[in-house]
């Protein structure tokens, strides 16, 4: 197993009282830390993640990110798998590091279609730890993106090479597609090497995505922070009102460590678990479980080739996201895809005449959809298929690829099924003003225990068609620092 | 020439298979298979030369990688290939159609990239040089600069 320098046997820590102690180790808390590490106030650290630290080289070796799969801790009755990594860096190790900003409409979503909720602050709140985000892990993009995502710092890195359809639809459609935002080095970093569109992301062969193995490490290892690996976090303990205690269980049985300010960063069905068998919170604990819903499209091109761009999704579109048709039917995001993921055309000379497209679409939350606990108090998922409201606006969306297509030689277009999951489990707790409709504040901090932070996607208050990580750092950051400074 | 009736009685059982097939992971390349995609491709690409143990590793490694193919699932295609009846068959099965078209379209991708040709092979023999997935940085298409 890899190490940290400062890898600490659970034993040598139990009993011990930290200033700060964070549970889990990938997106939402390793932002957390970063941010928390440039304060005072942050005091000791003490990290608690369940999974064992695996590093790249471990990884590719195994074929895998965790010896732990993701099914195994939890049971499942709702209509579709959910997918997540545990482990040291969580979500960071599996992702695709496609990182699109949300839109601003996505943030006040009741406002202005009378649907979902409104977050609790707006893009322009976000925006400066959107910049913050994309530096820390250095995010090439599109300039031209600024038309859609109002931005007050370039894009760290250049924009990804386009695939031949997307410079044909970029010269059509420059305010409305653009090249994809990612975390897939367009050039070498220190710690990365460019991305040369390997197409397999989840477990890249080069180590070119960020991770939090190729570039938090520093973080994780910084000589104010503890490391316990093997450290499932079971229950918290409470007393007036605040956390007190941290329980948690490793190999050789379970412990105790007091602390000042806990940060909860254990993913949309780890952490309200932990919630729920600390008796903590109202009955909104675990609410609200939801992801995006994806189906896929490829487009038959007549005379041009495909798979030419310089990473696996070079172009994402924004013609089907935003307008009144909200009110009905979901927000819809068009990933145009440079690589063969239905295989190439059969034809003789027609072989790149392919272009996948995955189109993403919002969902509403529905409290019915949730995570309780089963009789060994392991949490257990309950959901119904998506919403008419999701599928809607993928339908809507499908539909209108003629015309967004309008600049590309199309043949024909044809519908490839629906996605099993987006990978992207949010909203289990979430954020808002009021207490009786929300878990925890606008700054994550939870509306009973005053001393407990949440952190990551289990926040979110509604679901954009965007993908969820680099909004969960950037939130991580504006809390750390709103909570520390 | 399989007489109708017989071609029909085996495209109808080898169709009942497909559709309970299911959860069974192949490992390795099972009889039958090596001819059936030889076939497959010779029909996608025309006639191509490649010595017969750099054929199989390739079936080996596609097989491999292609776990999802249940064992059933492959074998049937594999019967119906070998007999000659599987464009009919597919023409009677739609489900059976769009399995063929997902096998065919990822065997020529396969193929296609793990010996580097970029359309129909010609005469000269090749090479199989590994999978694209057990490589790094491969990707022949991609523009990088
Ligand atoms: C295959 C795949 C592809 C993805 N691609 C993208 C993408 O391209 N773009 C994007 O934006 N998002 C993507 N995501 C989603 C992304 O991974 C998540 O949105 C993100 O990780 C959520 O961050 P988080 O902090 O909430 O949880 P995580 O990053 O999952 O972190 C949770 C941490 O808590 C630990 N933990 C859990 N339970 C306990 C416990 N009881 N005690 C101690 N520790 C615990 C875990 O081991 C982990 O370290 C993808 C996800 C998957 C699975
Ligand atoms: S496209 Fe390839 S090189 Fe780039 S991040 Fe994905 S796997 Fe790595």
């Not at chain 1, 003490?46 to 799969?69: D, N, P, V």
């Not at chain 1, 499932?232 to 490793?250: I, Q």
């Amino acid at each position: 197993m890899a190490r940290l320098k400062n890898l600490t046997p659970a034993e040598n820590v139990a009993g011990q009282h930290f200033d700060t102690i964070i549970i889990g180790s990938g997106f939402g808390s390793g932002f957390f830390l970063l941010e928390a590490l440039k304060h005072k106030r942050t005091g000791r650290v003490l990290l608690l993640e369940w999974g064992e630290i695996r590093s790249h080289a471990e990884q590719m070796e195994a074929g895998a990110h965790s010896a732990i799969k993701p099914g195994t801790t939890y049971t499942n009755s709702s209509a579709k798998p959910w997918n997540f990594t545990i482990g040291f860096g969580g979500g960071t190790n599996c992702w695709f590091g496609q990182t699109p900003r949300f839109h601003p409409s996505d943030f006040r979503l009741h406002s202005l279609y009378g649907v979902g909720r409104d977050w609790p602050f707006d893009y322009a709140e976000l925006e400066p730890y959107y910049c913050e985000a994309e530096e820390v892990m250095a995010i090439s993009g599109d300039e031209d993106m600024a038309a859609v995502l109002p931005r007050s710092r370039p894009f760290p890195q250049p924009a990804h090479i386009l695939s031949t359809p997307d410079a044909m639809l970029k010269k059509a459609r420059k305010d409305m597609h653009f090249a994809m935002p990612t975390a897939r080095a367009r050039l070498a970093t220190d710690s990365r090497p460019a991305c040369c569109a390997n197409l397999r992301c989840t477990l890249c062969p080069i180590d070119a995505k960020f991770t939090a193995n190729n570039s938090l490490t520093g973080v994780f290892e910084h000589p104010s922070v503890t490391f316990c690996a093997g450290a499932r976090v079971d229950h918290l303990e409470t007393e007036n009102g605040l956390v007190r205690s941290v329980h948690f269980e490793t190999g050789t049985g379970s412990h105790t460590v007091s602390g000042d300010l806990i940060v909860l960063g254990a993913n949309a069905i780890h952490s309200p678990a932990i919630l729920l068998r600390s008796g903590i919170g109202s009955g909104l604990t675990g609410r609200g479980l939801h992801e995006a819903y994806g189906i896929e499209a490829e487009v038959m091109l007549d005379g041009i080739d495909n798979f030419d761009g310089s990473t696996i999704t070079t172009g994402l579109d924004y013609g089907a996201y935003d307008g009144p048709f909200r009110k009905t039917s979901g927000s819809a995001l068009l990933y145009f895809e440079n690589r063969w993921k239905f295989g190439f055309r059969p034809e003789t000379g027609r072989w790149r005449q392919t272009l996948p497209i995955v189109i993403v679409v919002e969902e509403l939350p529905r409290d019915g959809d949730r995570i309780e606990l089963d009789p060994n108090g392991q949490p257990h998922v309950i959901g119904e298929a998506p919403s008419a409201y999701a599928r809607d606006g993928a339908e809507r969306a499908f539909n209108l690829l003629p015309e967004i297509l309008a600049a590309l030689p199309v043949e024909r277009i044809e519908k490839r099924g629906v996605r099993p999951t987006e990978s992207h489990l949010q909203g289990s707790l979430r954020m808002g003003t009021d207490p009786a409709r929300s878990v925890v504040d606008h700054n994550q901090i939870h509306h009973v225990c005053r001393n407990l932070a949440v952190v990551g996607s289990s926040v979110f208050p509604s679901c954009s068609a965007a993908n969820p990580s680099l909004t969960v750092a950037a939130m991580s950051l504006r809390a750390g620092r709103s909570l520390l400074a | 020439m399989i007489p109708v009736r017989r071609r029909t009685v085996i495209a109808a059982s080898v169709v009942t298979v497909l559709a309970v097939a299911g959860g069974f992971e192949m490992a390795g390349p099972r009889p039958g298979q090596s001819k059936a995609l030889r076939g497959i491709l010779q029909r996608m690409i025309g006639d191509f030369t490649m010595e017969e143990s750099a054929f199989d590793r390739f079936v080996e490694d596609f097989c491999a990688a292609k776990a999802h193919w249940s064992t059933f699932e492959a074998d049937a295609l594999a019967i119906l290939e070998n007999a000659g009846i599987i464009r009919s068959a597919a023409r009677a099965y739609p489900g059976l159609a769009s399995k063929l078209d997902q096998l065919e379209r990822q065997a020529l991708t396969e193929f296609a990239l793990a010996t580097g040709i970029q359309g129909p092979p010609g005469s000269h023999p090749l090479a199989y040089l590994g999978l694209f997935a057990s490589g790094a940085c491969n990707n022949p298409f991609a523009r990088l600069a």
